[in-house]
């Protein structure tokens, strides 16, 4: 994770619109400018594995978007969270600003502390309904669930083991076939 110099720390997404598009995710939490590299390949294969199965499993009335969707709860944030689910008349024309029904992200060296972290923190306080943390170097999910203003752990799994998850809609994910390439 880099942080862009600049005399102020106050950033907007003004400023961030009018960033480069140079394969760099450029995303702010509260006025910082957060810059990433483009992830590797088994990192993508467990977003494209995920997003299908929350597709097949996506009922009426809810969508499943992956990065890049800005997520802007207000003019100093600006998130792209690996996956998002929202409730269909929560969804922008450019981006969204209501709470997401479903954050995900992927895990990996360089976004692992801003996602268990920076990005569960902003998301547990815009009352984002849940949010999941997948580890594709050691399959694992956890997914969390907003209960009374804060994240509880609903449901954990590793390895072939299944977690059966019920929000924001019933989903099985058995972390180690998000990593497997297609058969």
Request: glycine share 4%; charged share 25%.
């Amino acid at each position: 994770m880099t942080v862009m110099p600049r005399e102020s720390r106050d950033w907007t997404v003004d400023d961030l619109d009018r960033l480069p598009d140079d394969g760099l995710q450029y995303e702010l939490l509260d006025g910082l400018l957060l810059v990433t590299p483009a992830p590797v390949m088994v990192h993508q294969r467990a977003i494209g594995n995920l997003y299908l199965l929350l597709r097949a499993a996506c009922p009426a009335g809810f969508e499943v978007f992956f990065a890049p969707v800005d997520w802007r709860p207000d003019r100093r944030t600006s998130l792209q969270p690996d996956l998002l689910v929202m409730r269909n008349e929560d969804v922008g024309v450019k981006n969204v600003s209501a709470p997401m029904a479903l954050a995900v992200e992927v895990l990996s060296p360089s976004t692992r502390r801003k996602d268990q972290v920076l990005k569960r923190s902003k998301y547990e306080d815009a009352g984002v309904g849940s949010y999941w943390l997948v580890d594709p170097a050691q399959p694992s999910i956890e997914a969390l669930d907003l209960v009374d203003g804060a994240f509880r752990t609903a449901a954990t799994a590793t390895g072939t083991e299944a977690a059966d998850i019920a929000v924001p809609f019933p989903v099985r994910v058995v972390p180690q076939e998000l990593v497997l390439p297609p058969a």
